[in-house]
């Protein structure tokens, strides 16, 4: 998995959109109560360069779409997002006019992401339709991320993630000014280009300009929150033998701690059938276990691996 972010050219499937503005305007009509709207209202204090401020437009009233829409046409500053895709160990399903995005996910992205994360994985495709300026301030998400933009200006400010966190097993995205450390790489998209943003690597968009901007999002990968792991094993135990310390216990999205099995996976190689040492050893450091000699603590981590992998049992990136 590369950890260097990168511009790639859009896939030929995504030809198939020939007017993206008004195929992301249809998306939104069909599951307008589903989706995120904003509008940012000018401000008062431009001696500051201000950017206005933003409230929310309500998608369960009868003209959000309407009011959208217009924000879109007229270039007045609207900001919209749509989770067009949200699949979770094999389940899950596509929103109303997803069809054209989820069929070259099918047929190119999960042959790979099969091949990388045996244990099973998620993947999420969001849609994402601005008029006017509009900032996504820093953040970071746990998996890769592949932004393909398909109209208007756009520009994404990616600080690549420190080698003290690409090399740490567990973590959490707690630590943004960490994560911004390094110094960042401005990537101007034009239509036509997917930008590869890799786990973890905190970024910030901007959609620029009155004409609309779309681009389609995609995130995937494996990461798995340790406090899944310890109920898991405390389930095959029928008992609470398993815990951890207090600070791998958050569950909120930025504080939620996390590891990647793919990473213990030697690169070139298929996936063990016995769980790989060196995540044996970092769990074992981790977990906190009673009533349990290591024999017995090495057997059920192996077990953990096995039926996880057997059954594909991925629970998921969050704690619900």
């Not at 099995?261 to 040492?277: C, L, M, V």
């Not at 074992?284 to 691996?305: F, P, R, S, V």
Request: charged share 20%; hydrophobic share 35%; proline share 7%.
């Amino acid at each position: 998995m590369s950890l260097t972010p990168k511009v790639m050219k859009l896939p030929k499937e995504f030809n198939k959109i020939k007017d993206p503005v008004q195929w992301a305007l249809h998306t939104f009509q069909l599951n307008i109560k589903h989706s995120t709207l904003q509008i940012t209202h000018p401000s008062s204090d431009k001696e500051n360069n201000s950017e206005g401020e933003i409230s929310h437009i309500n998608s369960d009233h009868p003209g959000a779409f309407t009011t959208f829409a217009n924000g879109v046409n007229y270039g007045n500053p609207v900001h919209g997002r749509l989770e067009l895709i949200n699949i979770i160990a094999g389940q899950g399903k596509a929103k109303d006019g997803a069809q054209l995005v989820y069929k070259p996910l099918q047929k190119g992205l999960v042959p790979v992401l099969e091949k990388l994360h045996p244990l099973g994985y998620f993947v999420r495709a969001s849609l994402w339709l601005s008029s006017g300026n509009h900032r996504y301030s820093a953040h970071c998400d746990a998996g890769d991320g592949l932004l393909f933009h398909l109209s208007g200006r756009k520009t994404v400010r990616v600080w690549p993630t420190p080698k003290a966190l690409q090399q740490s097993a567990l973590f959490d995205f707690s630590n943004l000014e960490e994560r911004m450390a390094e110094d960042y790489i401005d990537f101007n998209l034009k239509p036509g280009q997917v930008l590869f943003i890799p786990s973890g690597a905190a970024h910030e968009v901007w959609a620029k300009g009155e004409d609309p901007a779309v681009s389609v999002s995609f995130h995937s990968g494996s990461t798995y929150p340790i406090l899944h792991l310890c109920d898991s094993l405390n389930q095959s135990k029928d008992k609470d033998i398993f815990s951890l310390p207090e600070k791998f216990q958050g569950t909120r999205k930025k504080t939620t701690t996390f590891f990647e099995p793919s990473r213990f996976i030697p690169k070139g190689y298929e996936a063990p059938e016995d769980i790989p040492q060196s995540l044996q050893d970092m769990l074992k450091e981790t977990l906190i276990a009673k009533d349990i000699n290591e024999q017995e603590l090495d057997a059920a981590l192996n077990q953990w691996w096995q039926e996880t992998m057997a059954n594909k049992s991925y629970p998921g990136d969050f704690i619900t």
